[in-house]
Structure formats: C-alpha cells, structure tokens
C-alpha cells in the first residue's frame, strides 16, 4: 500500500488493495446524469502496470465524512518525475455498461419500473448496486415499447423523463447505490449541512464563496406530434391533456378514481412540476468537499435573508489541484419543490419502412396479425406484436403465409406506432394484368374497416354497432358516401362552453369563443397563431351554446376532416381539443353522424386527411366498440 501523508485526498482500490495520493481531480455528478471523476494520482517506484485495474472498483475519499465510489473506466501511466511515478484513473458508475450496447427490439406489456430493472439485470449488475423507491407512483403496463437503434442506457433515461422519474448516487466506502425515486422524500436526509456564507474562509472551514438566484420563465421546448402523444401509452400525453383544465387538480369524480385516470392525473401533475421546478435556481460555489446532488444543504449567514433556506443540490462540479487546495461550482433548487427530470433524450423516428415476418397463421378477433421485427422468423425468443393491416383491397391478394416477409411502417415516424403495409415480394406480370383502374385502399384496426376509394368510402365494423338507423344503414352495419348520392343531413351536435372543463355544471353565456387550428395545445403558443390559422369564431349565445350557422357546420366538418387532432375550441382561459370534446359530451349516434359529415366533406381532399381521419377514429376509446 502506498501512502502519502500530504495529501488531503485519497483514492484507494480495493482489488488490489492499494492507496494513493492524489495529486488532481475533476468531476461533474448531476441528478438523473452519470457522474465522471477524473483523477491524477501519484506513488513510488516501480511503476505497476494499470491495465490490471480497468473495472475494478475504487474509492475517492474527500475527508472523514464521504467520498465518490466507482469503477475505473480508463487507467494510463505518466512518468514526469525522477521520484514518483504518476497515473491518471477515470471513475464512472456502473450504470455506463448500458451505453455499450446499441439494439432494436420490442418490449411488450411491461411497466417502466419493470423495464429498468430487466435492462440492469440484463448487464449484471450488482443487485445491491441498485434500488427503487417508487412507493406511491402508477406505472401501468405498456402495450408496446420499441428500441430502435438505442442504447440501453439512452431508453432507461429517456423512460426516465417521460414518467417523471429521477435517479441519483449513494457513495459508501465499499460500493455506490443507483437509486430511483418519485417525490422528494427520497432526498431527505438525517442531519441537513449548514454553510456560511463568507467573504474569505476561515479557520478552514468549508464555506459558499458565490450564491445567486436566477428566475425563469418556463418554456417547454417544441416536440413532434407522435412523440408528445404515444399510442403504446394507455392515455393521452400529458401537455394535452393539461391544455384542457385551468389548474392541474385532478377534477371531482364519483367515487374512487379508475387506474387509467389516476396515471393520466399523475402525468399531467410532474409535467407541470416538470415546468415549476426549473423557474427558481440558484448557483454558488463552495470550498466544502462533501456537497453532493440529491442533498439538501442549509444556508445560513447570508446578507439576503431569502437565501438563507434550504436547498436541493442538483448539479456539482468538483475540481482539486495541489496544494491550491479545493473548490466546486453547483445548482440548487428549493428543497420544496419536486425535482422532474428534463426531456433531453428524445424518443427516435423510424422514417421508412422496415422488414418484418410472419409468425401467427391467421389474425387475431381485431383483424391484426402477429410479426416479428428484426430478427429471423425462426428465432423462439423473438418478441413478436400483432399490427393492423393497411392494403389494398382492390388488389384481392391474400393475407402473407407465415413465415413470410412482409413490410411495416411507423405512423408520424413513431416507433410504439407501427402498422402492417404489405407484403415484401415483388408482383408478377399477372398481378399487374388483373389490377384494377382505379384501386381502393382499405384500413384496419380494432375490428373497423374503413376503405377508401375513388367513387365510395365505407365504414364497417363494430364500431357501427350500437346505431339503428333503419333505411340508411344496411344489414351489415355498412356505412357508403358516394359522390353521386346527396350530402347525409347535418349533425345535430352542440357544443357548449364549460367553465371548468370537462365538467358541465357550468356554462358561459355571451362570450368570445373561437375554433383554431394549431399543432400543439396550450394557451402559451398564441402568439406563434396568425389570422388564417382561426377557422371560425362568434359569440355564444346565452345558455353557452355554440350557435354555428349551416355553414358554419359544414366548413367545420370539412376543417376537422382534414386535421381531427389539431382544432381547438379556445376561450377565456381555455383550451379544449374538438376530439376531446366530442368524445366526451356527445353520443354515439351524434359522433357517428359527425362523421358521416366529414367522410362526405374530406371526399374531394386529399387521402392523406382521410387517413388522419381514420386513425382518430381508431385511436380514440369514445366511438362505440
């Protein structure tokens, strides 16, 4: 073992047990990031070969109260002295083996609790080297989950951050703790550090040198539409959803809330603390060597009375030289409010189409057919998905074999949104003879068929079930718009505006109201709108009723037909989605005819809105099944 009695810090590694002196050291530890500590240390002749020490885990003791514990990442020897010899050592946690890694695959019906754990059991790491606390928290099943050209480690912390999760570091002498939290319980501490601040230390005692306080202005960051609203997720994202509520208090229900609300309340709640805990930070700088992230520290003696509180440490940055001795930079919030990490690791877009197998012989109840993305057909620990089929239903051609190739694509390049398109072979002389002039398309999902085609679109399926229509619906439930036959009656709907919705006991008479088309919800974009983005506006009548003209009515089924998920009804203080609307305060009947209005409007639009259409009609659990 070597020593070095001049030194205030020490690394010491355990296998081999050896100890030495450290000459430098930087390194930066932040929540919800890997920390990296790089140290210069120093000790006799001979030299010792460093390679031995790559993985081995190793100690920073930085006094009698703590230190930083890792595993050496990269070792190398410098010899610039005739009486030492010098070696420079990283220090990284054990949670950077998951960047080494790159895959594609499917997680199926997994929580996001459940998915870390398997990823971290997946590279063996130590069981006591990590732990959740995650007491409160719902965290239901995902449908699907989809790594597609990520590491291990950028999906753990990008489920991280969409569930408002957060994780930090515990160092102890003999090994460090990822721990994954909810709520600021977990930062509590035993006893809270109390610093001075001074002009010039003293005595050398550790103090804070700089302490600021900087307010911002919340601004969340623009995000694709198919990443702000997922369907493997069993809710809707939650920016729309709190674009649809004046505060963030879950609204009153009859008795106890399903688990679907309470995790859809629950997103709505850390996106919002998401926002409020970045308006108040304050950065400093300190002489004190065991300020750590995820600690809360109280400030005292400061000439500004409000700094002098408590504070949850964020980020620090740590720098030794000797024998200048030691300082560090860091970040805080107030202790009070809930730490959620930002959205920094954005989910990938699959553009294109991809190759797939077929495993199940024939679809399933809802039409869908089971595949395999990535890997061989014959592979039995393939996760496999069952997928709608999009075709052409012009062409006749019979559903793949299994076993065969087929090709998938990602609706708006989403990963956890793939669909089945068609088969990968190439068509034969005779297929191209015997295709139709003009061919139809045809979509699928949840047991609804919607076909497209130059003179007709047909709607059939379950979700037609529930309306008797005599006369104008056939036997089948099939619904036809022909461009030959007169436009179906106007829908008889109302809407109305809500003082608080989606609740009705109140209603808003003689006031401003106006229908926008806008790619993201919220009250916060206004200023991004212009003149041709209002799609219509007035004055409510007296009972808050929308009094729309007949004209009025088509040009909206015409507009909603074109982009469902992008108008919005706004009035003072709110911002309601016309596809929440519906679903919530409309019958089926009412829905349905909606629709048939705005089949028939989108008939001379291009197919891409029909397809928009399409997909809110099978993505949203109001239209009748």
Known sequence: MHNHQESPFTLTLTQPALSFAVRQFSGQEALNQ????????????????PEHWLRQPAFLNLGDHGGMHGIIHSASLCHDDTQQVGYRLTLVPHLLALERTVRRRI??????????????????????????????????????????????????????????????????????????????????????????????????QPVIRQLSLHHRQPLPGPRPRWQAQSRSQPCPSPVEHAANHASADPQPALGRPLPTQRYQDQLTRRELERLRCRQQVVCGA???????????????????????????????????????????????????????????????????????????????????IEITLWSQPDNPEAESVHLPV?????????????????????????????????????????????????????????????????????????MLAPVTAPGNRAPEHEETVDEQHPPPS????????????????????????????????????????????????????????????????????????RTPEQLYLMYPKQCVALADYFQQHWSSEQRLAFIDSALCASHHHRTDDNHLLFDWLINHPGIPR
């Open 34 to 49: 890997l920390f990296r500590v790089d140290i210069e240390v120093c000790g006799p002749f001979p030299a010792l070969n």
């Open 107 to 204: 997680w199926r019906q997994l929580s996001v609790p459940q998915l870390l754990r398997r990823l971290l059991c997946e590279h063996r790491l130590p069981p006591d080297s990590y732990r959740f606390e995650l007491p409160h928290g719902e965290y239901p099943p995902r449908e699907l989950c989809v790594q597609y050209d990520e590491s291990d480690l950028h999906l753990l912390q990008r489920l991280c951050e969409e569930e408002g999760i957060h994780y930090r570091f515990v160092h102890q002498h003999e090994r460090h703790v990822l721990v994954f939290a909810e709520d600021s319980a977990s930062f509590a501490q035993p006893a809270l550090a109390t610093f001075y601040h001074l002009a010039v230390p003293h005595a050398g």
């Open 286 to 368: 300190s002489t004190e060597p065991q300020l750590r992230s995820g600690e809360i520290v109280q400030v005292c003696g400061h000439p500004i009375a409000s700094l002098n509180d408590q504070w949850l440490v964020c980020e620090v940055q740590h720098h030794y030289l000797a024998p200048e001795g030691y300082h560090n930079a860091f970040s805080a919030i107030p202790w009070s409010t809930e730490f959620r990490p930002a959205l920094e690791h954005d989910k990938p877009c699959i553009s294109g189409q991809q190759l797939g197998h077929i495993v199940g012989p024939s679809p399933d109840a809802q039409g869908r």
């Open 490 to 561: 106007p829908w008889s709907g109302k809407i109305h505006l809500f003082e608080q919705p989606p609740a009705t006991h109140g209603r808003l008479g003689d006031t401003r109201w106006y229908i926008v088309r806008m790619p993201r919800p919220g009250l916060k974009d206004l200023g991004a709108l212009s003149h041709k983005d209002v799609v219509m506006d007035g004055t409510s009548l007296a009972s808050g009723e929308l009094a729309l003209t007949m004209a009025q009515k088509q040009q909206l089924a015409r507009e909603y037909a």
């Open 390 to 462: 999009a075709h052409r239903t012009g062409d006749h051609l019979p559903l793949p074999l299994a076993g065969s190739e087929v090709l998938l694509s990602f609706l708006d390049g989403d990963p956890d949104r793939p669909v089945l398109c068609a088969s990968s072979a190439p068509a034969t002389p005779h297929d191209i003879a015997t295709r139709p002039a003009h061919p139809s398309l045809s979509l699928s999902a949840n047991g609804n068929l919607l076909t497209l085609s130059a003179a007709s679109i047909t709607l059939t399926g379950p």
